[in-house]
């Protein structure tokens, strides 16, 4: 017998889908998660972080290993809600699937990690070790909410950490690293018949962005096994505003995508030398690396990814790959000062809907999830005989 049902795992989920925490208000979460929880005899924390956002930590068990888990309660804004099918906040089926900003991503992870709680809960489980579930805010800009719960001492006794991001039938232990950098060139107008009299800020900003391109593109040999290139992109541009002066002010923000062979110290440090270029020949280019998350590689033997594994292949009926993904997580702070052997794995119901119109999770996954975490965090809590 389960703690709860079919329906009610289904209705959780509606329930976090219709809470609109695009980018803010996670405390509307927290509160709600509070609550179901208490209502099963678990105690948990609000952490506020500012405003309405707030982080929430739940613990059963006692002792050690810790096992984390880590969910966002956060989602991305669904934009025009006129190119959706059906009402972003209204979780709703259509052939299998549960349509819903943040039912990939994550409110799905998100609801099969509390609902594995409970369970475990509800059996007397675990009955050796601690399993310490982390909700975080402001994961999809920042990545604050994790910040914070590191700076707080949850990730310190850890023995092993699951996030609940969206990977479906595959086990990831390893993701990119994320910069968001702005370049802002500074010259001096001048009437556009006399440009000597001026010095024009979109030149050196744009012979900049053309280095940057050619040094993490075109000279690029290096690459992840897992994980690939890394990635350099110019996002936006702007300057100037009136087509016959010559322009005081240019700006353009660049991301950048980082792995282990190129990290975010040396990409910082390279883009340093390509803007000390510019100010020899005079431009004044000022450079704020105002986002950086590293990337996370630890191997993908570990006694967590294989138990995710084994499950994964028992509900799936098919051989689960393993290996890297694109997207930054949590695991960008929360692994701070882990080393490679960490056991550390990405493992979550959803797929590659996240972020997009018609975001949907198979409602079967998402059900075989809620099942799959209680078991798998046992398993790996159970002394190894
Ligand atoms: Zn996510």
Not at 309 to 329: D, F, M, N, W, Y
């Amino acid at each position: 017998m389960s703690e709860i049902s079919e329906a009610q795992r289904l209705q959780i989920l509606h329930n976090l889908v219709a809470i609109p925490s695009v980018n803010d208000h996670e405390v509307q979460v927290a509160q709600y998660l509070k609550k179901l929880l208490a209502d099963h005899g678990i105690t948990s924390k609000i952490l506020p972080v500012s405003g309405d956002r707030a982080n929430l930590v739940a613990e059963i068990g006692s002792g050690q290993p810790v096992l984390a888990v880590s969910g966002h309660m956060d989602v991305v804004d669904p934009g025009d809600k006129r190119q959706w099918d059906s009402d972003p906040f209204a979780l709703t089926e259509r052939q299998g699937k549960l349509f819903g900003r943040g039912a990939t991503d994550m409110k799905s992870g998100l609801a099969a990690l509390v609902i594995a709680m409970i369970e475990l809960h509800a059996q007397g489980q675990p009955q050796h070790g601690t399993i310490r579930l982390l909700a975080t805010m402001g994961e999809e800009i920042g990545e604050l909410g994790s910040k914070q719960l590191l700076d707080d001492g949850y990730m310190k006794d850890a023995a092993a950490l699951l996030i609940g991001e969206p990977t479906g039938w595959y086990v990831a232990h390893a993701h990119k690293g994320s910069m968001d950098i702005r370049f802002t060139s500074h010259g001096r107008a001048a009437h556009s018949s006399m440009p000597e009299d001026g010095f024009n800020a979109i030149d050196p900003l744009l012979q900049l962005l053309q280095d940057g391109n050619h040094l993490f593109r075109e000279m690029n040999t290096k690459t992840n096994e897992l994980l690939g290139p890394l990635t350099f992109n110019t996002t936006i541009i702007s300057g100037g505003h009136q087509v016959n002066s010559i322009p005081d002010l240019a700006t353009a923000e660049v991301n950048v995508r980082t792995i282990p062979e190129q990290n975010n110290d040396r990409v910082e440090k390279e883009l340093k030398r390509l803007v000390a270029i510019q100010k020899e020949s005079g431009a004044q280019i000022d450079m704020d690396v105002y986002m950086s998350q590293p990337s996370r590689a630890v191997k993908g033997d570990s006694r967590l990814a294989d138990l995710a594994a084994k499950l994964g292949q028992q509900a799936s009926g098919k051989e689960l790959k393993r290996g890297g993904i694109p997207p930054v997580t949590d695991a960008s702070n929360l692994l701070a000062g882990k080393g490679p052997g960490f056991p550390f794995i990405v493992f979550g119901p959803g797929n590659a809907t996240a972020h997009q119109v018609n975001e949907f999770v198979p409602k079967d996954m998402y059900l075989q999830f809620c099942d799959l975490y209680p078991q798998l965090f046992t398993a790996f809590l159970s002394p190894e005989k």
